[in-house]
């Protein structure tokens, strides 16, 4: 049975689409068969995240539009092989998407898929509302701050009216992934901490994605963070909420602050 | 003996009674205004069975054969026709039925089932909202009472006729008695919200005291005064 999945959060910047892709190849990784889809028409960024941007030839609105087959517009990962891209069109915006036509790719995707993620432009406007719009599950992400809380809890309310199933009067599956977080600037107060960060939004947390140069490095080589380097601190908490996502009961690990040898904590510090 | 018999004399008592009938106004032609009674029997087969019709013959100019035919053929249609109304009785046949004259109009009246009285509940006079309100949500509920069962966002904002209770967090706004009802108030678990009014009466997040903040409290209008003060 496969499982919709919308990955978004509202404000932009705070790592959506390096959480799908990294979502995405994590649960690939895990022998599934996974689609992620990019929805940020006009702006789409999907394709470089996973390395693919001089492969496309069609895409979502192509198809949506009857121009190009769905098979013609999925790009297969090189590395992973149960691991394809849908992705968005650049030359068109939002407007240029349809209730219907997302329906009916969706409808196809499922069929062909055990995942399709769907990564969502920011904002609560037109592209939000449609990538959410058919979603069975969401994984809201947000950064330890109150303006991305805040607009997380205001896609919550979204997600709980205006997609398919809010509208049959179902439950929709909520988790919030809680990425760059920094254990130490938390504990000094400098950021919001997971205790208050779910107090607000009240529904279960994914994953904590600690703050690394890991996640900006794999971005720039095209690659989602769990394949460019598996044993980094962000990869290994991806692929814990990956497993999350599929049912498994896994121990939330809160990212502790690295260590600091003498010479670090001598000089760690530069003065202001 | 002579006596005389008078003979009993049986006195034949006459008494006058009104009947509603349905009466027929045929028109020219006669062929025409038939198939529209075939039309009404379609609908409604045995509508006019057993029921009294008199036949209307003002806008027509029939023969008495020709009065007789139309009775024929109606009563093949099951319909028997009571009297006759707008012609001379005199040149009419013997066997045709009488001549009414008097008539007055009255409306028929359908007899139609009795429809099943719908209870209308009492008005609500209070919403209960089982999920946390979240930021951008607006409850608008001037009829009464809003009770919520877990926070109310940043962001979102409730407005209600009564008081508001909130179970969990007030990050928001709350707005209470807006239709002039100075006796509502606002109650929650953890106090931080953006701004509480009273029946017009407010204080935004800035007036409200430190020490209050975070924790269960209320707000009621004393006079003009907004006061938040904590619960328990």
Redesign the interface.
């Known amino acids: 049975m496969a499982k919709v999945l919308v990955v978004t959060s509202g404000k932009g910047g705070v790592g959506k689409t390096t959480s799908t892709a990294a979502l995405g190849a994590a649960l690939a990784q895990q022998g599934q068969k996974v689609v992620v889809v990019d929805f940020d028409v006009g702006l789409r960024n999907l394709d470089l995240i996973m390395g693919a941007e001089r492969r496309v030839v069609f895409d979502l609105i192509n198809v949506a539009q009857g121009v190009a087959k769905l098979s013609q517009a999925l790009i297969r990962d090189k590395r992973l092989e149960s691991l394809w891209l849908l992705p968005a069109s650049q030359t068109r915006d939002k407007d240029a998407l349809t209730d219907e036509g997302v329906r009916d790719i969706i409808a196809d995707l499922r069929t062909k898929f055990d995942w399709v993620i769907c990564d969502s432009p920011a904002g609560?406007e037109r592209g939000a509302t449609l990538a959410m719009r058919y979603a069975d599950e969401a994984v809201v992400v947000t950064n330890p701050e109150?303006s991305s809380v805040?607009?997380a809890?205001?896609i919550?309310?979204?997600l709980?009216s205006k997609t398919v199933k809010a509208e049959k009067g179902e439950q929709l599956k909520k988790h919030v992934l809680i990425t760059r977080y920094d254990t130490g600037r938390a504990n000094r107060g400098e950021m919001l901490n997971i205790d208050d960060i779910l107090?607000?939004l009240?529904i279960p947390l994914l994953g904590i994605i600690p703050e690394s140069q890991d996640v900006l490095k794999a971005s720039n080589v095209g690659s989602p963070v769990t394949l460019n380097n598996a044993a980094s601190m962000p990869a290994k908490a991806y692929m814990d909420a990956a497993r999350r996502l599929s049912g498994e009961t896994i121990a939330m690990v809160v990212p502790s602050e690295p260590r600091r040898g003498f010479m670090g904590r001598l000089l760690g510090r530069r003065a202001a | 003996m002579d006596s005389k018999v008078e003979p009993q004399r049986q006195v034949m008592r006459l008494r006058g009674r009104s009947y509603v009938a349905f009466v027929f106004s045929p028109f020219m032609p006669i062929m025409n205004w038939l198939e529209e009674i075939d039309a009404t029997l379609a609908h409604s087969p045995g509508f006019f069975v057993g029921r009294p019709i008199v036949l209307d013959l003002s806008a027509v100019e029939l023969s008495s054969r020709g009065i007789a035919h139309l009775i024929s053929s109606l009563e093949s249609r099951g319909i028997r026709v009571l009297g006759l109304e707008g012609v001379e009785a005199s040149g009419l046949e013997a066997d045709l039925p009488p001549v009414l004259s008097g008539g007055r109009g009255c409306l028929v009246e359908h007899v139609e089932p009795q429809k099943v009285e719908v209870q209308t509940p009492p008005p609500v006079s209070s919403l209960l909202l089982r999920n946390p309100v979240r930021s951008g949500q607006r409850i608008v509920f001037a009829e009464g009472d809003v009770t919520v069962l877990g926070s109310v966002g940043s962001g979102a904002e409730i407005v209600a006729g009564g008081s508001i209770h909130v179970y969990g967090a007030l990050r928001g706004r709350a707005m209470a008695g807006i239709n002039g009802n100075s006796a509502a108030r606002i109650y929650c678990q953890k106090i931080e919200a953006e701004l509480l009014a009273i029946d017009g009466y407010y204080q935004t997040a800035e007036d409200i005291g430190e020490t209050l903040r975070r924790q269960p409290a209320q707000a009621w209008l004393d006079g003009e005064l907004l006061r938040i003060t904590p619960l328990n």
């Open positions: 609560i109150v805040r607009d809890d205001r919550i309310g979204m709980d107090e607000i009240a």
